[in-house]
Nanobody
Framework: QVQLVESGGGLVQPGGSLRLSCAAA????????MGWYRQAPGKQRELVAS???????NYADAVKGRFTISRDSAKNTGYLQMNSLKPEDTAVYYC?????????????WGQGTQVTVSS
């Protein structure tokens, strides 16, 4: 059974930091691109950051220079370090693992973790 379990969300003041974790089970973690998405109330889910199996990263413009995505294959875990948080970063953050194979593809999501940035 595939599971992606996020942790690390919470309430933080503007300017603060949080580190989200995504623990993967039931998949060959090394072949999956990992991504973090977020969805704020009344808005569509959007890509925050992604990291390929070879470590190539991609960030949304809104988080460049503040967020850092990483992965630890030995622990089957991905991370999102979020610094200089702003109220507009408030959202439910979702972990995603995706892979495209020659004849099929797989796409898995975690249950989400709430991040609230407020004074």
């Amino acid at each position: 059974q595939v599971q992606l379990v996020e942790s690390g969300g919470g309430l933080v003041q503007p300017g603060g930091s949080l580190r989200l974790s995504c623990a993967a089970a039931g998949i060959i973690f090394n072949i999956y691109t990992m991504g973090w998405y977020r969805q704020a109330p009344g808005k569509q889910r959007e890509l925050v950051a992604s990291i390929t199996t070879s470590g190539i990263t991609n960030y949304a413009d809104a988080v460049k220079g503040r967020f850092t995505i990483s992965r630890d294959s030995a622990k089957n875990t991905g991370y999102l370090q979020m610094n200089s948080l702003k109220p507009e970063d408030t959202a439910v953050y979702y972990c995603n693992a995706a892979v495209k194979l020659p004849k099929t593809s797989y796409d898995y999501w975690g249950q989400g973790t709430q991040v609230t940035v407020s004074s």
